[in-house]
């Protein structure tokens, strides 16, 4: 059971430059959330989707694209790096239920902007 | 937004020690969770209360949903080394966009052997 699968696990970029975070989960579940993690400051939402063809903006989105082709996968892409987007991203999944705040989450990406 | 207040930010305690940590909000829950990330992972879900004054263990893990639903408490009972790590409460509103949480910001608990 692979679970909620995200790519690459540590990456260092330069400012300006772009990337993309990979997120795919094998569980069939409808919702897929990124957020990001600064030290002692919990998690924060940056985006969120409900469905394939469906996102939508969490509370801190500025700097990001999403993208929801497929169930299966949900792409994080920052365009211009800049230093403040230095931080561990997670990708998570829930299944459509009335306990969907039941959410499993990636083991993380831990990105620095130098 | 909604905000959660927890507390304490770090515990450090001996083996065998009990813990209690808690989460305070502005505003009513209608769920509350309480997650576990060991270092270098993401967070894991230890135990999920659904119903104000819900008491629910696992295994030596405790955790009660506030009266008032504004507020929720974890226990843990006889303290190991595996304990270390930071534990997380989530709260679930009411509302349109239900299904999303508001974390709070975490307490780092390191466990002595």
């Known amino acids: 059971n692979a679970g909620v699968t995200q790519t690459p696990k540590f990456r260092i970029l330069k400012i300006g430059q772009s990337m993309t975070l990979q997120c795919t989960q094998d569980?069939?579940?409808?919702?897929m959330y990124w957020y990001r993690q600064d030290p002692g400051m919990g998690l924060k939402l940056i985006y969120y989707?409900?469905?394939?063809?469906?996102?939508d903006k969490g509370e801190v989105p500025n700097g990001y694209n999403v993208s929801r082709s497929t169930t299966e996968d949900f792409p994080l892409r920052l365009e211009l790096a800049a230093p403040s987007q230095t931080s561990v991203y997670f990708c998570?999944?829930?299944?459509?239920?009335?306990?969907?705040?039941?959410?499993?989450f990636g083991s993380g990406t831990q990105l620095s902007v130098l | 937004g909604q905000q959660l207040n927890q507390s304490p930010q770090s515990m450090f305690i001996q083996e065998g020690e009990d813990v209690s940590m808690n989460c305070t909000s502005s505003?009513?829950?209608?769920?509350w969770l309480w997650y576990k990330q060991d270092p270098g992972e993401g967070p894991v879900l230890l135990i999920a209360?659904?119903?104000?004054?819900e008491l629910t263990s696992n295994g030596r893990l405790t955790a009660q949903f506030g009266i008032t639903r504004k507020d929720s408490f974890l226990n843990i009972s006889a303290s190991i080394p595996s304990d270390v790590g930071i534990y997380f409460c989530?709260?679930?509103?009411?509302?349109?966009?239900?299904?999303?949480?508001?974390f709070g910001k975490g307490t780092l608990l390191t466990v002595n052997p």
């Open positions: 209360l659904y119903k104000a004054g």
């Open positions: 989707s409900v469905g394939a063809g469906i996102t």
């Open positions: 998570a999944s829930s299944s459509l239920s009335w306990k969907s705040e039941k959410l499993f």
């Open positions: 989530a709260g679930q509103g009411s509302g349109g966009s239900n299904y999303k949480l508001t």
């Open positions: 505003s009513i829950f209608n769920t």
């Open positions: 569980m069939n579940h409808n919702y």
